[in-house]
């Protein structure tokens, strides 16, 4: 069985377990999220080169004041952010993707930053350059974007990691926005796949390299193969954290469960990696339900 169907098969069976173990549980599953939103917002931003810490996400999040300055821009690209993940959790279950919503989701995540680009597409001469991709002329960003969403709309019954890596690097080539273009386009994936009836995912900020890559491979190859292989991994790992709550596990951090089942550290560090065993990462720390 090719690597992609594979892990396909693997995230339906998690899937279904997931619903299995979920009825009656919309309380504990609404603490998840909450308790995740922090962890989005500082991968995300991250991602995009903010200097802010996990626990200073965590502190602008809750009104604690910070030990250091920071600019009154981080402090809205943090909470503008919060309010966008939050807010798509919602309206995903209310409506499907479309042109409008996307706009109205990047017109939350710029208010207070840019007001004069915040809510609209790129217009005229605003040309906008990621690393050596230059991305397509602003008169083709809504063809390309009604495209993408056709396409994606007309492939339901096709794999959901195919389909979501093709959504976001065709969205990210396209570079829709002024600023703002791979938040709003992490924010989408989720949003299609919990309109799709799977879980959110939250791309971390250690595999940055590995997701630039992804979109060299799509703006050189025209291949979603990275992609691919970073979406599957997050899924799963999302459906590993959701279960291990969900079926009322002990939840420990590897570390410990390596000493007390006397089993190599790193080995289980690199089967969490590629996610042959039930761990996941949670504040950066990789954790296992027993």
């Not at 994606?152 to 959504?167: C, D, E, F, G, P």
Request: aromatic content about 8%; cysteine-free; proline content about 2%.
């Amino acid at each position: 069985m090719p690597k992609i169907l594979h892990i396909f098969s693997k995230i339906n069976s998690l899937r279904e377990r997931y619903y299995r173990v979920s009825t009656g549980k919309e309380a504990l599953i609404t603490l998840i999220s909450e308790a995740e939103v922090a962890e989005q917002v500082y991968n995300s931003n991250a991602i995009e080169n903010s200097t802010l810490s996990l626990e200073e996400t965590e502190k602008i999040l809750l009104q604690i004041d910070l030990d250091r300055y920071i600019t009154e821009r981080e402090i809205f690209e943090t909470k503008n952010l919060a309010r966008v993940v939050t807010y798509m959790e919602k309206r995903s279950k209310e409506q499907e993707l479309t042109l409008d919503v996307i706009l109205s989701l990047h017109k939350m995540l710029i208010s207070n930053i840019r007001d004069d680009i915040a809510g609209r597409f790129r217009k005229e001469k605003e040309y906008v350059r990621v690393g050596s991709h230059i991305a397509p002329a602003p008169k083709e960003v809504v063809v390309r974007l009604e495209k993408m969403l056709a396409e994606y709309q007309a492939t339901a019954h096709m794999n959901i990691i195919k389909r979501i890596s093709k959504l976001h690097l065709t969205f990210e080539h396209t570079h829709p926005f002024v600023d703002g273009n791979g938040r709003i386009g992490r924010v989408i994936n989720n949003y299609a796949l919990l309109r799709e009836g799977y879980v959110s995912i939250n791309i971390k900020f250690i595999d940055r390299k590995m997701y630039y890559d992804a979109f060299k491979e799509f703006d050189e190859k025209g291949r979603t193969t990275i992609m691919e292989e970073i979406v599957g991994k997050a899924l799963t790992n999302s459906y590993h954290k959701r279960l291990a709550y969900l079926e009322g596990k002990k939840i420990i951090p590897l570390a410990k469960y390596a000493k007390e089942n006397r089993l190599s550290h790193s080995n289980l560090i690199n089967k969490a990696n590629r996610q042959t065993i039930e761990a996941f990462l949670e504040k950066n720390i990789w954790k296992i339900g027993v």
